[in-house]
């Protein structure tokens, strides 16, 4: 059974910086793509930035293409999101996901192409 566990989640000010982590077992780790969302209040949840199995990709939302750097160590069992330029828009609870579907060696932005979910982390950015 996969275990998603985040941390690093909290409370900054606008324009500074968290990092992210998700420790996951349960499977073997660099099968798998593994991609970080958030969740608003009251909003759908959405993407936010993933990486290959090999860290070969990695893809950003438009909205926070060059501030958040998603990276992973598989000797560790780890991916991270490094957030930096915090806004107040993105304060959410952020959730670490993977795959571990055969053959997964493409990349993956939809909520229903993952299908192992951390319990979220939460981040407030306030101004």
């Known amino acids: 059974q996969v275990q998603l566990v985040e941390s690093g989640g909290g409370l900054v000010q606008a324009g500074g910086s968290l990092r992210l982590s998700c420790a996951a077992s349960g499977r073997t780790f660099s099968t798998s793509p593994m991609a970080w969302f958030r969740q608003a209040p009251g909003k759908a949840r959405e993407f936010v930035a993933t990486?290959?199995?090999?860290?070969?990709?990695?893809y950003y939302a438009d909205s926070v293409k060059g501030r958040f750097t998603i990276s992973r160590d598989n000797a560790k069992n780890e991916v991270s999101l490094q957030m930096n330029s915090l806004k107040p828009e993105d304060s959410a609870v952020y959730y670490c996901a993977g795959r571990w579907s055969e053959g997964s060696r493409g990349v993956y932005v939809r909520v229903d192409e993952y299908y192992y979910w951390g319990q979220g982390t939460q981040v407030t950015v306030y101004s």
């Open positions: 990486i290959t199995w090999n860290s070969g990709s990695t």
